[in-house]
């Protein structure tokens, strides 16, 4: 974002507040200085609110698809690291990995295929939840269903997960907008 600090604008920069999903944006539209069109978007964590730099213009549309790919990108980055680990610990293999957005789940696994599927709201709630998520689906690895061998390997490794299932499913899978 033309290498302004968050808390300083340029003349040449417009800000706007926007709610996304539920969360709180500033949406920061460069306005005339040419540098800034160099990147198209940017979006920026900073204390209290994520920064969303756009081109003046940005369709509603095309903002939330960069606010997703963020969620997405940021998701990836966090279950690479929880997957490597609860593979060691299971002494399983994951084969495939994805980060997608489903409308009932949190998580799938496919054991015949090794692949496991992560929604992209997990982004989106405590890391508990999404370590959670990762050793559920990669017990799925050594037991299909969820029965008694299912929640004894759960158990055995992760004692604490029916607190943070519960806690999960306090939580909204998603925020929906509503429109009267």
Known sequence: M???SPGRLSRSSRLENAIFDGYFFIIKEHLTDPAS???MS?????PGALVLGVRPGTSEE?????????????????ATGLIARWEAILGVQA????VQRMKTRWGSCNPDSR???LNTELAK???QCLEYIVAHELTH????????????????????????????????????????
């Open 37 to 39: 069109y160099a990147t």
């Open 141 to 180: 690895l050594l037991e299909r269903h969820h029965n008694a061998r299912f929640k004894t390997l759960l158990d055995a490794h992760l004692p604490q997960w029916p607190q943070y299932r519960d806690l999960l499913n306090r939580l909204p899978l998603a925020h929906e907008a509503w429109g009267y």
């Open 62 to 78: 095309k903002r939330q698809a960069i606010i997703a790919g963020w969620y997405r990108r940021q998701l990836k980055e966090a």
């Open 42 to 46: 940017a979006l920026l964590l900073t």
């Open 2 to 4: 033309s290498g302004e």
């Open 125 to 127: 709630k405590p890391v």
């Open 115 to 117: 692949a496991i599927r």
């Open 95 to 98: 084969g495939r990995v994805f």
